[in-house]
């Protein structure tokens, strides 16, 4: 069965990707610690990947990359194909994926934020020269991936919890031609 194109659940998606896109170029540059901030599109992709599936995580990473790139994107489109295959990757754990536990998404996250400092270390920092890999591993990915991992702690329950809304609204709203 053919899933249905819902405008709904596309606008608000929308929205959500633009707010954290909003709060993370905007407000969490000021709210760092020992110059560090969180990546909330990392957890908006992870968390869209394995909720919702290859296609949605792709779709989701598509766009949250875009505006990134269009934005700082000093390698044209790192961040639209990161985050594409970020979405995607993620979207495979979505058929052992258990909305009750906690534990998984923390992991894909935190694994997803290490993966993208990796990374970018690579292309931005060691193509360019730099070769302290162990100054930019402890000093800026492992602290990125804890902050992240905490910010995650807090957003994947309000993510998931605006999916299962639309989910609900859905469902009464196909019961009713049904």
Known sequence: MKKRFNVKRILITGLIVFVCYILQTCLFPHL?????????????????????GKRTGMLVGFFAGFLLDNTFGTVAGFHMIFYTLLGYINGIFSRIFFDDDIKLPIILISLSDLAYGLVFYFIAFMLAGDFRFGYYLLRIILPETIYTMVIAIVLYPIILYISHRLASAEQRSASRFV
């Open 32 to 52: 760092t610690f020992a110059r560090i901030k969180p990546n909330l599109l990392v957890i908006l992709v992870s968390a869209y990947g394995f909720m919702g």
